[in-house]
T-cell receptor
Framework: GQQLNQSPQSMFIQEGEDVSMNCTSS?????WLWYKQDPGEGPVLLIA?????ELTSNGRLTAQFGITRKDSFLNISASIPSDVGIYFC????????????FGSGTQLTVLP | KAGVTQTPRYLIKTRGQQVTLSCSPI?????VSWYQQTPGQGLQFLFE???????NKGNFPGRFSGRQFSNSRSEMNVSTLELGDSALYLC????????????FGNGTRLTVT
């Protein structure tokens, strides 16, 4: 079935550093979504991408929809302590646009 | 607008019992989806409701069921609880019938002992 391979699984970075994570799939996606989940809370939508090649920013966050439609990247610039959390990529399942499949998440730790 | 509201936040049940979780979507959102989140399996789709009808169902046993009311509020029920049902159950809502992004609540943490 469709799976999203998200990497890295975890990251430890210094405050102020830039971060990059990505998701790949063997299947084509028409939408890529990036969520962040803080401890004890539900995932919060960060960025939604709808078009191959699309580059979208949300403050210090930038995400790109890969040209092949099989991958997406999320970059965080100048990380701060509140960036700590789990980042998930997600996309609609083939044949069921309304059901999302999620990557396994990237656990980000920002060291002071 | 208020976000997606889920109640209760925490539940402890014993094996064999049943449980009902509640979700109020964002005002104006008519689609409600439920997801199960566990450390081992990650986020997995349970089902989706729109206009009081189940539109989509994930690969979970029949012990997992749900419903949606005319005001778009939704409930999910798990019967004959098993230890493996311990998880964070997340409700999400979206606008309309298209593939709009989901907006999640903070979940109900279910522990089965």
């Amino acid at each position: 079935g469709q799976q999203l391979n998200q990497s890295p699984q975890s990251m430890f970075i210094q405050e102020g550093e830039d971060v990059s994570m990505n998701c790949t799939s063997s299947s084509i996606f028409n939408t890529w979504l990036w969520y962040k989940q803080d401890p004890g809370e539900g995932p919060v939508l960060l960025i939604a991408l709808y078009k191959a090649g699309e580059l979208t920013s949300n403050g210090r966050l930038t995400a790109q929809f890969g040209i092949t439609r099989k991958d997406s990247f999320l970059n965080i610039s100048a990380s701060i302590p509140s960036d700590v959390g789990i980042y998930f990529c997600a996309g609609p399942l083939s044949g069921s646009a309304r059901q999302l499949t999620f990557g396994s998440g990237t656990q980000l730790t920002v060291l002071p | 607008k208020a976000g997606v509201t889920q109640t209760p936040r925490y539940l402890i049940k014993t094996r064999g019992q049943q449980v009902t979780l509640s979700c109020s979507p964002i005002s104006g959102h008519r689609s409600v989806s439920w997801y199960q989140q566990t450390p081992g399996q990650g986020l997995q789709f349970l089902f989706e409701y729109f206009s009081e009808t189940q539109r989509n169902k994930g690969n979970f046993p029949g012990r997992f069921s749900g419903r949606q009311f005319s005001n778009s509020r939704s409930e999910m029920n798990v019967s004959t609880l098993e230890l493996g049902d311990s998880a964070l159950y997340l409700c999400a809502s979206r606008e309309g019938t298209g593939a709009a992004p989901l907006h999640f609540g903070n979940g109900t943490r279910l522990t089965v002992t």
